[in-house]
């Protein structure tokens, strides 16, 4: 899956969830960054540095992507090390549960 299919499957995702009202910075290492503002009604994702965020998650894009797939619980894979979290611990639980299948 490349990061734009990814970017796509998360839009879409969210677009049926209420809004998280935060903005998030996905970083996947080499294989790129996402942004993600949900502070309106439709969430917007981009490719890139989005700049300030108030939460930030940095994981491989394989990771999230077994965690999008529901075969990688997100609790575990931050227990694990495999997911790390900067700033706001809140949305990103929030964020967790409205990407859930």
């Known amino acids: 899956m490349t990061l734009e299919d990814f970017m796509d499957a998360v839009q879409k995702r969210l677009l049926t969830a209420p ?44 990771t999230f992507q077994d965690i999008l797939s529901g075969a990688l619980d997100p609790t575990m894979a931050y227990m694990m090390g495999k997911l790390k979290i900067q700033g706001s611990m809140g949305y990103a639980l929030k964020l967790s549960n409205m990407l859930e299948d």
């Open 19 to 62: 809004p998280l009202g935060a903005r998030v910075q996905f970083d996947f290492g080499d294989d790129g960054k996402l942004f993600l503002d949900g502070r309106g009604p439709a969430p917007v994702v981009t490719l890139g540095d989005g700049g300030e965020a108030e939460t930030g998650l940095k994981c491989s894009l394989a």
